[in-house]
């Protein structure tokens, strides 16, 4: 019998095996993730890594420290865009930011920020409300990788057609190529959106609460996460909110099933809750 | 005759399509009846989110209710599934959906090669696939899985096909079981268990 790596596909059991691994050795805990996107970015990380075998893909792990920050960046998903879903920036430009103007301080979080493209997009509108100055924005994400990424603030100057579209289209006025210099295929961000971006590795499976914020933003993280995990990083985002702050989720998740739903009121019909209680 | 029908029972059909596809569900959604214990995936290349009007133009057509996917929902006989825009769909061992928002596959998310490998993985022989009109590949190698898992692949005529690429690719790699009209699908979905 062959293994099943040499069809492309790991067990399910294997796979069991392989997050016991590196919870045991290396403390990053996958049990809470979904299983099936989980499994398709093992097996696409395999057949990358030509692995010919289950035993092989599970020995590299255990023995090669380095491979498994390979195998964070490549099993954990960060695709993401500028002002991806406009109406939802739409919807912080007009409902959420004047709500938060009346703070002196401003302290946002952006939880799984990926390679920074909402972090700079929420930057933005905060620059053209005349708010950016009073505000600290929190980026934070599992995977180092992407970090680095979003702290040069330079991305492919070939998505910038769309997102000066998506901007447009979230209640932007300005020109939006004035918020980048173009290098070769690159566009490099704004120097002055940077300054009150912080950026840092935080775990939401294992790490805590570090700060209170008005307004969280979560999105198209959780819908990687099984249900005992999302409850618990929606008591993670409700330890770290201030009464009356705001919770902003991906188009396709809801805060609605967790425990922490008596607390929070939907605004309005983008996915924005406030929390109330 | 009844134990036939018991074993030939599918718990799942998932119909996957592209350009060309949607007056097809049109003509077959119609079809869906009280006899269906089964729940249908649909999984369209859509162009962006703000097309929500596809859920009602698909429920307009069905007796069934026709929904979004939402991430972790519970899959009910009866009931029709859209993939939404801009994600995969998945499916859980335990019944459930799932949403992916990786990379793009053959330029598409939805991807129909996504989600027929997942129906593949988790529903195994107890699954129809069907791929219908559309311009590019996608889907073909999902059908291939499905067959390969014991499901059932099938494919619609392509000589029936607004545009007639997909289903002829998937005609070419050999993966399919089955060439069928509007006709037939309409039946199916009519009489199937
Ligand atoms: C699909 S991206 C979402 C990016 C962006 N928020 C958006 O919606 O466009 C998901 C991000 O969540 C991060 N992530 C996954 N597991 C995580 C965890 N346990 N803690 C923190 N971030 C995590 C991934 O590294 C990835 O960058």
Not at chain 1, 167 to 175: F, I, K, Q, S, V
Not at chain 1, 227 to 236: A, E, G, H, S, Y
Not at chain 1, 244 to 269: D, H, M
Not at chain 2, 62 to 89: F, I, N, R, T
Request: hydrophobic share 40%; proline share 3%.
């Amino acid at each position: 019998m062959s293994s099943s790596l040499e069809q492309g596909r790991i067990h399910d059991d294997e796979l069991e095996v392989l997050l016991g691994d590196l919870a045991a050795q290396y403390g990053y805990d996958f049990t809470g993730y979904s299983r099936a996107s989980l499994k398709r970015r093992v097996n696409r990380l395999s057949s990358l890594d030509k692995f010919p075998s289950f035993a092989e893909l599970r020995y590299r792990l255990r023995h090669d420290s380095a491979y498994l920050r390979r195998f964070v960046e490549e099993i954990t998903v960060n695709v993401t865009e500028m002002f991806r879903d406009p109406s939802f920036y739409q919807a912080l430009r007009q409902d959420v930011f004047p709500v938060l103007a009346t703070y002196p301080l401003i302290r946002i979080w952006h939880a799984g920020c990926a390679t920074g493209e909402e972090v700079y997009s929420t930057a933005i509108i905060l620059q053209e409300l005349s708010l950016l100055h009073k505000t600290l924005i929190y980026a934070t994400d599992i995977n180092p990788a992407v970090l680095e990424v979003a702290r040069k603030g330079i991305f492919p100057l070939a998505h910038m057609r769309q997102y000066s579209s998506n901007y447009l289209e979230a209640g932007g006025r300005n020109d939006f190529s004035a918020y980048y210099t173009a290098h070769y295929d690159h566009a490099k961000m704004e120097e002055s959106l940077k300054a009150r971006m912080i950026f840092a590795a935080h775990n939401l499976v294992s790490d805590h609460s570090f700060n209170e914020f008005q307004l969280i933003l979560c999105r198209n993280v959780l819908i990687y996460f099984d249900k005992l995990l999302q409850d618990r990083v929606f008591r993670l985002f409700d330890e770290s909110l201030e009464k009356l702050g705001f919770i902003g989720l991906g188009a396709k998740e809801t805060l609605r099933f967790s425990p922490v739903a008596s607390q929070y009121q939907q605004q309005g019909k983008e996915k924005i809750w406030r929390k109330i209680k | 005759m009844a134990q036939n029908k018991v074993a030939e029972r599918k718990r799942l059909v998932i119909i996957g399509g592209s350009a060309g596809s949607l007056e097809v569900l049109l003509q077959v959604l119609p079809g869906l009846g009280a006899r269906g214990h089964f729940a249908l995936v649909i999984v369209l290349h859509r162009k962006s989110s703000t097309e929500s009007p596809l859920v009602d133009l698909l429920a307009s057509r069905s007796c069934w209710p026709v929904q979004e996917a939402e991430e972790k929902q519970e899959m009910l006989k009866g009931h029709v599934y859209l993939a939404p825009a801009d994600y995969h769909l998945l499916f859980e061992a335990d019944g459930t959906l799932a949403l992916d928002d990786s990379e793009k596959v053959n330029f598409s998310r939805p991807s129909i090669d996504v989600s027929f490998e997942s129906a593949a993985e988790v529903y195994g022989s107890d699954v129809v696939a069907v791929l219908l009109s559309g311009a590019n590949a996608d889907g073909v190698a999902g059908l291939q899985r499905i067959e390969a898992s014991g499901g059932l692949a099938w494919v619609q005529d392509p000589s029936s096909a607004a545009v007639a690429y997909m289903p002829a690719e998937a005609i070419r790699a050999g993966a399919f079981s089955r060439i069928l009209s509007v006709e037939e699908l309409f039946g199916f979905l009519k009489n199937h268990p």
